[in-house]
Nanobody, 129 residues
């Protein structure tokens, strides 16, 4: 069982930055891939980014095209926390942001919600123009 708690959301002007955190409980945090998704009003939840952790090669990061170059996913396994650094925010980034944990496997599909077993409650990010 893994419990996830996001924090760090808020209101920011376009061009600004926010850093989201997701604290995880459980002793096997390093064996999970961690993903970030977001859901804007009236839209489906969409993949934002993810980070895996393979001990011999380090974490591998993935991003959606809409955030690539602006957002960075990182993780601190010692603190069981994953981060989403968001720079150059745009009004279209406004959404509720969710972190999720899924067991790493050879067929892991990081962009699919069904790949993740555990979800946080979400944190609101609002970007004003």
């Amino acid at each position: 069982q893994v419990q996830l708690v996001e924090s760090g959301g808020g209101l920011v002007q376009a061009g600004g930055s926010l850093r989201l955190s997701c604290a995880a409980s459980g002793r096997t945090f390093s064996s999970y891939a961690m993903g970030w998704f977001r859901q804007a009003p009236g839209k489906e939840r969409e993949f934002v980014g993810a980070i895996t952790w393979i001990t011999w090669s380090g974490g591998i990061r993935y991003y959606s095209d809409s955030v690539k170059g602006r957002f960075t996913v990182s993780r601190d396994n010692a603190k069981s926390t994953v981060f989403l650094q968001m720079n150059n925010l745009k009004p279209e980034d406004t959404a509720v942001y969710y972190c999720a944990a899924g067991p790493l496997s050879s067929g892991f599909k990081k962009e699919l919600m069904s790949s993740y077993d555990y979800w946080g409650q979400g944190t609101q990010v609002t970007v004003s123009s």
